[in-house]
């Protein structure tokens, strides 16, 4: 079976600063991979997703992701985080492309990002 | 217009009573699911529908009964409800081709 690890629970990055997210995926083939953002009493946010081709997609609010199929990693990445980023994350995988949009996610465990001034 | 809809937001109810949780999606798209998020933030899937077919069922008490009467509602309703059911429901939907999963903005129930 599929799984996603995001190793980090809690980040916290001061404003200005650069970050990363990481996350790596457990599976045989190439899994559709995605990024969401929860808010505070949200729902789930897409951020940008992988299918195939260029392997750094780009996503809304400026982030960015890399798909590294050495490494089963497609982390997170944004140049420099604004307040309004303090969120938390989840990675999540999808599988059978025959079935896309019709089949189960697997997430993460999530990453709580903290933005100080 | 919200894309995914969920009545109640929130859901305070005690131990052994019946609740359901509505769910609507005017996106036209075909599959809609139940996820259900612990209060460690961990999302799993509960139930997938397709047309109004139960397409996905993860291992999950029976007291928990989805009910689809169309493709664009699906509802939840759980039985003698228990303290471990406290937790946040999200209903999403998808499209085959689409852009992953619409989520609503989640029900949170609280069983005392």
């Known amino acids: 079976a599929q799984s996603v690890t995001q190793p980090d629970i809690h980040i916290t990055v001061s404003e200005g600063a650069s970050l990363e997210l990481r996350c790596n995926y457990s599976y045989g083939a190439t899994p559709y991979l995605f990024w969401y953002v929860q808010s505070p009493g949200q729902g789930l946010q897409l951020l940008l997703k992988?299918?195939?081709?260029?392997?750094l997609v780009q996503g809304i609010k400026g982030f960015e992701a890399e798909f590294k199929r050495s490494q089963s990693s497609f982390n997170l990445r944004k140049p420099s985080v604004h307040w309004s980023d303090a969120a938390e994350y989840f990675c999540?995988?999808?599988?059978?492309?025959?079935?896309?949009?019709?089949?189960?996610?697997?997430f993460g465990t999530g990453t709580r990002l903290t933005i100080i001034p | 217009d919200t894309a995914v809809s969920q009545t109640p937001k929130y859901l305070v109810t005690q131990m052994g009573n019946d609740k359901s949780i509505k769910c609507e999606q005017n996106?036209?798209?075909?599959?809609m699911y139940w996820y259900k998020q612990d209060s460690k933030k961990f999302l799993k899937i509960m139930f997938s529908y397709n047309n109004k077919e139960l397409i996905i069922n993860e291992t999950v008490p029976n007291r928990f009964s989805p009910k689809s009467p169309d493709k664009a509602h699906l509802n939840l309703h759980i039985n003698s409800l228990e303290l471990g059911d406290s937790a946040v429901y999200f209903c999403?939907?998808?499209?085959?081709?689409?852009?992953?999963?619409?989520f609503g903005s989640g029900t949170r129930l609280t069983v005392v």
């Open positions: 999403a939907s998808s499209q085959e081709g689409s852009d992953g999963y619409t």
């Open positions: 999540a995988v999808g599988l059978d492309i025959s079935n896309f949009g019709n089949e189960k996610l697997t």
């Open positions: 992988y299918f195939s081709g260029d392997t």
């Open positions: 996106l036209g798209h075909d599959t």
